[in-house]
Antibody, heavy 118, light 107 residues
């Protein structure tokens, strides 16, 4: 069974930094692109970033480009999201998802909550 | 960026009803359209990809259609476990974009 488990979310002050991690199991990790999607409280889904199978290509939403960095370690089956200069509108549940085919997100983790507040 | 517009944003239905949700893209996306179901407190679940391909394990009462800019998710014989929020998402290009969601609740 494919499993994705996110971690690292917690309360952080505006302007602060946070690193989220997603641990994958039950799959050949280096065969899949990976994606982060977030959901603000009571709101819809927002794509954040994606990284190609080998990590050589990265894509970001306009709202996070320059502040967030997606990376992966295929030897550890992990994908991370380094978040800097956090703002109140970054408050959300952050989900890690497997990208089975150019944007088809077929397996999701349970999410990790990030709250940005003073 | 491709904008995805879902309608309605919410609907009330009864068990056994047929429900139709529409999704419109701001430009043509061929068949690069996915549908997700999300229940409160849970992660989204991929129901349909490529506009009409049902994911393994998804009941056949769910179906998707459309291409270009206009798409439809249909649920026939609505069941209690189908009350949820549904999102469309285009995978034609980045940034990947989602519709605003359609909440299906019990009448």
């Amino acid at each position: 069974e494919v499993q994705l488990v996110e971690s690292g979310g917690h309360l952080v002050q505006p302007g602060g930094s946070l690193r989220l991690s997603c641990a994958a199991s039950g799959l050949i990790f280096n065969k899949y692109a990976m994606t982060w999607v977030r959901q603000a409280p009571g709101k819809g889904l927002e794509w954040v970033a994606s990284i190609a199978e080998s990590g050589d290509r990265r894509y970001y939403a306009h709202s996070v480009r320059g502040r967030f960095t997606i990376s992966r370690d295929n030897s550890k089956n992990t994908v991370d999201l380094q978040m800097q200069s956090l703002r109140g509108d970054d408050t959300a549940v952050y989900y890690c998802a497997r990208d089975v085919l150019r944007g088809d997100l077929d397996v999701w983790g349970k999410g990790t909550s990030v709250a940005v507040s003073s | 960026d491709i904008q995805m517009t879902q309608s309605p944003s919410a609907l009330s239905a009864s068990v056994g009803d047929r429900v139709t949700i529409t999704c419109r893209a701001s430009q043509t996306i061929s068949s690069y359209l996915n549908w997700y179901q999300q229940k409160p407190g849970n992660a989204p679940k991929l129901l349909i990809n490529a506009a009409s391909a049902l994911q393994s394990g998804v009941p056949s009462r769910f179906s998707g259609s459309g291409s270009g800019t206009d798409f439809t998710l249909t649920i026939t014989n609505l069941q209690p476990e189908d009350f949820a929020t549904y999102y469309c998402q285009q995978s034609y290009n980045t940034p990947l974009t989602f519709g605003g969601g359609t909440k299906v609740d019990i009448k």
